[in-house]
C-alpha cells in the first residue's frame, strides 16, 4: 500500500510537524532521543536517516551516519538496545510503543571496576603518602626536631587522600560517568532519578562515604546488587545513583 504520508520520525517526543507521522517510544530511561531517526520514502523507496541522536542508529547491525537504503522487513536499531522491524510506513501517528529498561550492572562487573579503581588509587596515593611522611620525618631529624611532631601530618595527608579522590574519582563520574575502573568495567554511574543525567559532586562523595560505611557494616553493603531491585549496593542507594551497562555512548538529545 503507498503510504499516504512520505516520512515518519522515531522517537519521545510526540511533537511533530504537520507533514510527518510520529512513532512515540515510550522510554522512562530517555535511551531513546526525543527525535532519534526518521525513515522517509523517495520515489517508492525507503531511507533512514539518523536525527543526531545520542545512542546512534543502526541497520544490519552497523552505526549509520548517512541516509540508508533500506528495505521492508529490515531491523533497525535505536542504539543497540532497542530494536525493531520496519514493515511499511503509518499513515497515521502512532501511540506510545514501551521499550525495556537499561540494563543494570552485574555484580562481576561492578567488582572489576571497584578492583581496578582501587588498585589505581592506592598506585598514586600511596607513594605520595610515604613520600610526604617518611620525607618530613628525614628533614625533622636532620633538624634535630622530635620525630613524633610528624603526626602532624596526619590531616594534610587526608586532605591529600580527598584531593586524590576528588581528581581520579568523582571528577570523572561527573563529566562522563566512568573512572578508569568502570571504563574497564564498560559500565557507567548516572543518577537515579534520572538516567540521563551524570551524578553530581556529591552524589560523588556520598559513593565515596558509603564505601567506608560498607567496610564498616562488615562488607554487606558491596553485596547488595545481587538482592536490589536495580541492582544498587549501599553507596549508590547512599547517593541516589544507579550503575549501568555501558555498551556506547549514553544519553539524550
Known amino acids: 500500500m503507498t503510504p499516504q504520508k512520505k516520512e515518519f520520525i522515531i522517537g519521545r517526543d510526540p511533537t511533530v510537524d504537520s507533514h510527518q507521522v510520529k512513532i512515540l517510544i515510550d522510554d522512562p530511561t530517555n535511551y531513546v532521543s526525543r527525535s532519534h531517526c526518521k525513515v522517509s520514502m523517495v520515489n517508492g523507496e525507503l531511507f ?3 536525527l543526531k541522536s545520542r ?8 552505526k549509520i551516519s548517512s541516509k540508508t537504503k533500506v528495505y521492508p522487513n529490515d531491523v533497525i536499531g535505536l542504539g543497540q538496545r532497542i530494536k525493531f522491524e520496519l514493515e511499511k510506513l503509518p499513515t497515521t501517528n502512532i501511540e506510545s510503543q514501551p ?5 543494570y550492572a552485574n555484580w562481576g562487573q561492578r567488582f572489576i571496576g571497584f578492583l581496578v579503581d582501587g588498585i589505581l588509587l592506592a598506585g598514586i596515593y600511596i607513594p605520595i603518602f610515604f613520600l610526604i611522611w617518611y620525607g618530613f620525618a628525614y628533614i ?18 587526608i586532605i591529600l587522600l580527598g584531593m586524590t579522590v576528588r581528581i ?3 571528577g570523572p563520574l561527573t563529566k562522563t560517568g566512568q573512572s578508569w575502573g568502570k571504563k574497564i568495567a564498560n559500565i557507567k554511574v548516572v543518577s537515579a532519578d534520572d538516567q540521563n543525567e551524570y551524578i553530581s559532586i556529591w552524589q560523588g562523595w556520598g559513593r565515596f562515604l558509603g564505601y567506608g560505611l560498607s567496610v564498616a557494616i562488615g562488607m554487606i553493603g558491596f553485596f547488595m546488587p545481587l538482592f536490589t531491585a536495580r541492582k544498587q549496593a549501599f ?12 555498551d556506547e555512548s549514553y544519553g539524550d538529545r
Open 48 to 50: 533512514l536517516e539518523d
Open 55 to 62: 545512542n546512534g542508529t543502526y541497520y544490519k547491525g552497523n
Open 99 to 103: 521499550v525495556s529498561n537499561m540494563e
Open 140 to 157: 625533622a631529624n636532620q633538624l634535630g626536631h622530635d620525630l613524633g611532631s610528624k603526626f602532624g601530618l596526619i590531616i594534610p595527608l
Open 168 to 170: 581520579y574519582y568523582i
Open 235 to 246: 553507596h549508590d542507594l547512599l547517593a541516589g545513583t544507579v550503575v549501568l551497562k555501558m
